[in-house]
């Protein structure tokens, strides 16, 4: 059974930084692409980041030179390292993986994480 478990999120200060993790098993994830994706409160789900399975990788706009994407084939494990955060970065983070680089860019995986909490204060 394929699983994303998602860990990392909290409570942090505008400027400061959070380190989430996505730990993926149940299948072969070394070969996939993954990438994360945020949605708050009254708003639609929107793409963060990704990661193609060669370790190549792609940012939102609004994250560029603030966030870090990056995996661990060995232990199947994507991270986002977010710097300089801001209180609009408060959302929900979603972990995603899809044999397809181009599906998790769009927003269609074939799996999810449950997703962890980011709250930024001002």
């Known amino acids: 059974q394929v699983q994303l478990v998602e860990s990392g999120g909290g409570l942090v200060q505008a400027g400061g930084s959070l380190r989430l993790s996505c730990a993926a098993s149940?299948?072969?994830?070394?070969?996939?692409?993954m990438g994360w994706f945020r949605q708050s409160p009254g708003k639609e789900r929107e793409f963060v980041a990704a990661?193609?399975?060669?370790?190549?990788?792609y940012y939102t706009d609004s994250v560029k030179g603030r966030f870090t994407i990056s995996r661990d084939g060995v232990t199947n494990t994507v991270y986002l390292l977010m710097n300089s955060l801001k209180p609009e970065d408060t959302a929900v983070y979603y972990c995603?993986?899809?044999?397809?680089?181009?599906?998790?860019?769009?927003?269609?995986?074939?799996?999810w994480g449950q997703g962890t909490q980011v709250t930024v204060s001002s």
């Open positions: 995603a993986a899809d044999k397809l680089l181009s599906r998790v860019r769009i927003g269609e995986p074939d799996y």
């Open positions: 149940g299948g072969a994830f070394s070969s996939h692409a």
């Open positions: 990661i193609s399975w060669l370790h190549n990788p």
